[in-house]
């Protein structure tokens, strides 16, 4: 069983830095893409970065230059750096693998299903 716990989120004040992390268990072999997501209260879930088994990445217009995704070696573990951060990056985070059927996200051009996903930590960043 295909399991995602994010960890990591917290209140920090704008301009400053998080990193968030997620185990990821359950696969035989990894899936191809696995991303960060974020959904803001009253708005819709928005893709934020993908990274590929090769480390292929590919972020959002509105992150790109200051988060950076990463994963480990086993690819067990996915991260997120979060850097210069501001007000409107407050959201609820969440990490997702690839999975049809799914949702189809598509993230700084490359657009793919995603089907398995975290419970979210929260990030809150404050003026």
């Known amino acids: 069983q295909v399991q995602l716990v994010e960890s990591g989120g917290g209140s920090v004040q704008s301009g400053g830095s998080l990193r968030l992390s997620c185990a990821v268990s359950?696969?035989?072999?990894?899936?191809?893409?696995m991303g960060w997501f974020r959904q803001a209260p009253g708005k819709e879930r928005e893709g934020v970065a993908v990274i590929g088994r090769s480390g292929e990445t590919r972020y959002a217009d509105s992150v790109k230059g200051r988060f950076a995704i990463s994963q480990d070696n086993g690819r067990n573990t996915l991260y997120l750096q979060l850097n210069s951060l501001k007000p409107d990056d407050t959201a609820m985070y969440y990490c997702?693998?690839?999975?049809?059927?799914?949702?189809?996200?598509?993230?700084?051009?490359?657009?793919?299903?995603?089907?398995?996903w975290g419970q979210g930590t929260q990030v809150t960043v404050f003026s």
């Open positions: 359950g696969y035989v072999a990894s899936p191809e893409y």
């Open positions: 997702a693998t690839q999975r049809s059927p799914g949702t189809y996200y598509k993230i700084g051009g490359l657009g793919t299903w995603f089907g398995y």
